[in-house]
């Protein structure tokens, strides 16, 4: 199948999907620059990065199963894996940092609250 051989709606609503999914990492990066602290600018990115991919996932997703005439769930795959992934990911580096700043003895960051041994 060519792009000429693609029915307008399908070409409107992938266009849609692209569209969304880039405007959605754009603003992820834009808040990754933005951000004043680590701490901060650890948010932005994930919701970028998971939400912007579903939009060009769902573009690819739709234009392959036209394409194809079959679902193609290649996409739903990596869907998952990037959702799971990147959370993940940015949970440790932010872990990481707040330990390495509680160690320095940063200022920013509260001091860890030690629980007592119920004996």
Known sequence: ?????????????????????????????VGLARMPSFYQRIHA????????????????AILSSVGEGRFVAHEVLIFIFVSVTTPVTLMLL???ALHRDRVEGSSEVPAAIEKPIDQ
């Open 1 to 29: 199948m060519s792009f000429d051989d693609i029915p307008l709606w399908v070409a409107i609503l992938v266009a849609a999907c692209v569209l969304t999914g880039a405007i959605l990492t754009f603003a992820g990066a």
């Open 45 to 60: 990115p994930t919701l970028g990065t998971s939400f912007g991919a579903l939009g060009v996932l769902a573009a690819s």
């Open 94 to 96: 932010a872990r990481a």
